[in-house]
Nanobody, 127 residues
């Protein structure tokens, strides 16, 4: 099992940047593919970005492509989401998720494919 703790959320203005971090417990972090998802009030949870076990491949939702970057540091058991040019539509609770995978190229955009979730961190972007 792995436990995930997100941090770095806050209140920012449109156009600002934020870096979210997700710290994972355990000694096998490099066995987990990771994803970031978000959920705004009254809306379903939606995919933001995903990264393979090694960090060699990434995948983004069209709504954040070119503005957000997912990365990971397996030595620090941490995955990051760098968010630039933030918009009010980016306002949501952001969650990181993990799945233990054998396939080093695995990543997915569907929330139900991930077994472990953090508690979320709130990002609010004012106009």
């Amino acid at each position: 099992q792995v436990q995930l703790v997100e941090s770095g959320g806050g209140l920012v203005q449109a156009g600002d940047s934020l870096r979210l971090s997700c710290a994972a417990s355990g000694r096998t972090f490099s066995s987990y593919a990771m994803g970031w998802f978000r959920q705004a009030p009254g809306k379903e949870r939606e995919f933001v970005a995903a990264i393979t076990r090694s960090g060699g491949n990434t995948y983004y939702a069209d709504s954040v492509k070119g503005r957000f970057t997912i990365s990971r540091d397996n030595a620090k058991n941490t995955v990051y989401l760098d968010m630039n040019s933030l918009k009010p539509d980016d306002t949501a609770a952001y969650y990181c998720a993990a799945r233990n995978v054998w396939n080093s190229e695995w990543l997915d955009y569907r929330p139900y494919e991930y077994a472990y979730w953090g508690q979320g961190t709130q990002v609010t972007v004012s106009s």
